[in-house]
């Protein structure tokens, strides 16, 4: 079987995309019609039917994802309690097909709508999992960095060893004008804090760096150092 994937804190690219379609709804209708109830219902109308279709495409992933080793009572329980927690405001049905080795899955929802797919048996689903190498994470190198017009400070970062410095840097630049556009980034210019380099990497969050594989050892930079070499022994 396989273990039930969390669920992501962040909106998908859909999800914002109808939240916004939403947003931008709710400005045109009352501009398209004077009638307040006609423009809810509408709106109602239309965000359910969102809803609906976003349920429809969580129920198809989910069932793509399922594993069926067998038809046993104790599969079919377990199956069913992933549905419960996956759609549980709905009515859910498990018939087994023991002659075709398929399952039927139906999901009845509280407004009548009724998902259903069938899904094959198989009797390797799951063998192996716990054998399989971990997936391979390269490890961090440093990654120093300067300005152009004070090359004496170094602001000591780390990228991914899979990457160039060329790609580190381009990332870099990157994540930066995400963070100044960000609603932080934002803040923080009508704050009038001055939006450069050091007020960015002392400020962004470390997820933010390490999500396109860099990594800040410290917030401040360090002068660069020359050393003396010790005159040679006669």
């Not at 509408?42 to 069932?63: D, H, M, N, R």
């Not at 939006?195 to 002392?202: D, L, R």
Request: charged share 35%; hydrophobic share 35%.
């Amino acid at each position: 079987m396989k273990k039930e994937a969390k669920t992501p804190s962040k909106k998908s690219g859909a999800q914002r995309s109808e939240a916004d379609f939403l947003e931008l709804l709710k400005k045109i209708l009352p501009k398209a019609t004077h009638d307040p109830k006609l423009a809810g219902k509408i709106y109602q109308a239309v965000e359910s039917e969102l809803k609906a279709k976003a349920k429809a495409a969580a129920f198809e992933k989910f069932c793509e994802r399922l594993e069926v080793p067998s038809l046993e009572p104790k599969t079919l329980q377990d199956i069913k309690l992933q549905l419960a927690a996956a759609f549980g405001e709905g009515d859910l049905t498990l018939k087994a097909n023991k002659e075709d080795k398929t399952l039927a899955v139906e999901v009845t929802m509280p407004d009548g709508t009724t998902f259903h797919s069938e899904v094959k048996v198989n009797p390797n689903a799951g063998k192996g999992a716990d054998d399989e190498d971990p997936e391979f994470v390269p490890k961090f190198v440093p990654f120093p960095v300067c300005l152009p017009g004070d090359k004496e400070m170094v602001w000591l970062l780390a990228k991914r060893e899979n990457m160039t410095p060329e790609e580190a840097g381009i990332q870099l630049n990157k994540v930066e004008e995400e963070f100044w556009a960000s609603k932080t980034g934002q803040k923080m210019i009508r704050d009038r804090v001055d939006k450069g380099f050091p007020e960015f990497i002392s400020r962004a969050p470390a997820g933010m760096l390490q999500e396109v594989g860099l990594k800040r050892h410290y917030k401040t930079p360090e002068p660069l150092k020359q050393l003396r070499t010790a005159p040679p022994r006669r």
